[in-house]
């Protein structure tokens, strides 16, 4: 096991369990937490020795998504390089993990939330417990969804349903989610890391060189407007913010 402050990394041969551990703030992400996620994606991407990955919160929740107290994070409008700076800094987090060789599994007990919920996208399976939910709070703290969230999520689901998640700031219920496509499995409360690691290591045990070229093709394929679609979405979230403060 490896702790990096508030990630903590366990090793079991060939299948690596990362678990972003802040359970009294419901495993929030504050600009600690991406800096810990981002190294250990980075540390990650050059191991041989791991073939498949589970991400995971500590405790009952996956992530609340960005820390609201952390001015870090939050910085004021009024300070425009540093609000982008800010929103790039979780962008390149989420797409460090992205872009891991290794296949990667979110266990999502509890909310997924924002960030969190981006995060999740951003592995190639989510196993979802029956009682988790994913929501999009954004609009409500006056900000668009930022860190390339969009493209990811109408690949997914589609755009009526990303429109409706992310403008009408609904609660979807993991039942819901899996139905729409936002997540892979339906599992009972309390299994989702169980059922993840179990996926691991059916992955971890296929051969890792054709399992890295099958990984690389569909994304390849799937993320093709990523890019496109996501291009300026800082610029777009300093604009949201700045005009609603001014409404």
Known sequence: MVKSGNVVVHRDGVVARVVID????????????IDELAEVAREL?????????????????????????DQRIFVDSSEPSRFLDSVNHGHEMVKLWGELPQVTIAAIEGAAV?????????????????????????????VAYGWRSVPRLVRLIGPSRTKRLILMAERVPAEKAVMWGL??????????????????????????????????????????????GGYADSEQMLAAYVIAKAG
Do not use: Y
């Open 22 to 33: 802040r359970e009294n703030v419901r495993n929030a992400l504050n600009a600690d937490v």
């Open 45 to 69: 991407r050059h191991d041989r020795g791991i073939r498949a990955v589970v991400l995971h919160g500590a405790g009952s929740c996956f992530c609340a998504g960005a820390d609201k107290n």
């Open 114 to 142: 924002g960030g969190g919920l981006t995060l999740a996208m951003a592995c190639d399976m989510r196993v979802m417990a029956e009682t988790s939910f994913v929501f999009v709070p954004e609009l409500e703290l006056k």
């Open 183 to 228: 997540g892979d499995e339906l599992v009972p409360h309390g299994k989702a890391v169980e059922t993840a690691l179990e996926w691991a290591q059916l992955v971890a045990n296929k051969p890792a060189e054709a399992v890295g070229f099958i990984k690389k093709g569909v994304n390849a394929i799937a993320n093709v407007f990523d890019e496109i």
